[in-house]
């Protein structure tokens, strides 16, 4: 497997950064404000901003490994290496320093299952670090894309089935686990599940497989973003957010994240520097900013409990961003490149 020469999709990064950065507004609003309903937007990208990722991590491999994935040992090692050194060294970091600043005593087991990433396959809702639950999710997700292309590659009515079986449990929990008469908290457990979320990551893969090669008018790409944004807004559902989680709503907000990542997937237009470059670099520490906020926000709030909210939300803005990019740079980067290393000495050998 070679993937020297897959161009990146600088929109897919643009995307990913502006969801990060959604999901970061909507963690300081909660946490200062209070609960956000159904009707809001902030309460609807809080759910539906980590969705955006899943399918936007679907589309992703897929346009990476696609052309160049083949069934052998060693392209499956290498592809577990590089997602291994991607995810594991932030996930560990993050991890670590939430036990280290935590209030409360947690378990020797729940350590070692979040520092392995095992509590995605075991113990979904039993995340230690806040957010990391969609990596565990993202880890169980790695293991379905090596099944989706040894089957697309070698057994595809098997992989149509798998698909199938997957919007199936899709459709099992929306319309009949999770009940949309009791708050969303009580259920959050359930709704973290990822045979509840994989659906998300299979259609990022699919937009991949039927639209990698099919162009798209700028201005049609464009048209489905801001559509897609606009029913996202204002769809009408009220009260507690299990609404926008359950039954025809689930499908409606499912498929809004869908076409919004397919919109910017196609929007092959060169944008001007001065938001090509703040979008980028949102983009690239989009994986620190996710995971570094919250513990910068109990950090912040515990050295300045009685600040105004604006200077507050400032100060952790302005250190989120500043520690995410020197982290993405001394470590994302860094082990990163390891990983790369590491499967091209393998190739060589």
Not at 152 to 159: D, G, H, I
Not at 244 to 273: A, H, M, Q, W
Request: hydrophobic share 55%; proline share 2%.
């Amino acid at each position: 497997m070679n993937t020297s020469g897959t161009s990146r999709v600088h929109n897919l990064d643009y995307l990913r950064g502006m969801s990060a950065l959604g999901i970061m507004v909507y963690h300081h609003a909660l946490w200062l404000l209070g609960v956000f309903d159904a009707d809001t937007f902030l309460g609807r990208l809080g759910l539906y901003g980590v969705s955006v990722f899943y399918v936007l991590s679907g589309l992703t491999l897929y346009i990476v490994y696609a052309d160049r994935f083949q069934i052998t040992a060693l392209d499956i090692k290498n592809f577990i290496l590089k997602r291994v050194f991607r995810i594991y060294p932030l996930l560990c970091l993050v991890t670590l320093s939430t036990v280290f600043l935590a209030d409360r005593n947690i378990s020797a087991k729940s350590i070692v299952l979040n520092v392995t990433g095992a509590f995605g396959f075991v113990a979904w809702n039993k995340a230690i670090a806040v957010g990391a639950w969609s990596i565990g999710n993202e880890l169980v997700f790695y293991v379905f894309f090596l099944i989706f292309m040894i089957l697309l590659l070698k057994q595809r009515a098997l992989f149509w089935l798998l698909a199938a079986v997957i919007y199936g449990l899709a459709i099992y929990f929306a319309f009949f686990k999770i009940d949309a008469s009791k708050a969303l908290p009580t259920q959050f457990g359930i709704y973290q599940n990822p045979l509840n979320q994989v659906f998300l990551f299979l259609s990022g893969f699919l937009l991949g497989h039927f639209f990698k090669k099919v162009s798209v008018n700028a201005w049609v790409a464009f048209g489905i973003i801001v559509t897609g944004i606009l029913i996202f807004t204002f769809y009408p559902v009220y009260g507690d957010r299990t609404g926008i989680i359950t039954g025809v709503n689930r499908i409606v907000f499912s498929v809004l994240c869908i076409l919004i990542c397919l919109g910017f997937y196609k929007f092959k237009v060169e944008l001007p520097k001065f938001l090509h470059v703040p979008l980028l670099f949102f983009g690239e520490i989009s994986y620190s900013i996710y995971l570094l906020h919250p513990l910068i926000f109990d950090g912040l709030k515990k050295a300045l409990p009685q600040s105004s909210d604006v200077l507050f939300v400032s100060l952790s803005f302005v250190i989120a961003f500043t520690l995410s990019y020197a982290v993405y740079m001394l470590i994302e980067r860094r082990f990163v490149r390891i990983g790369g290393k590491l499967t091209k000495h393998k190739i060589a050998n």
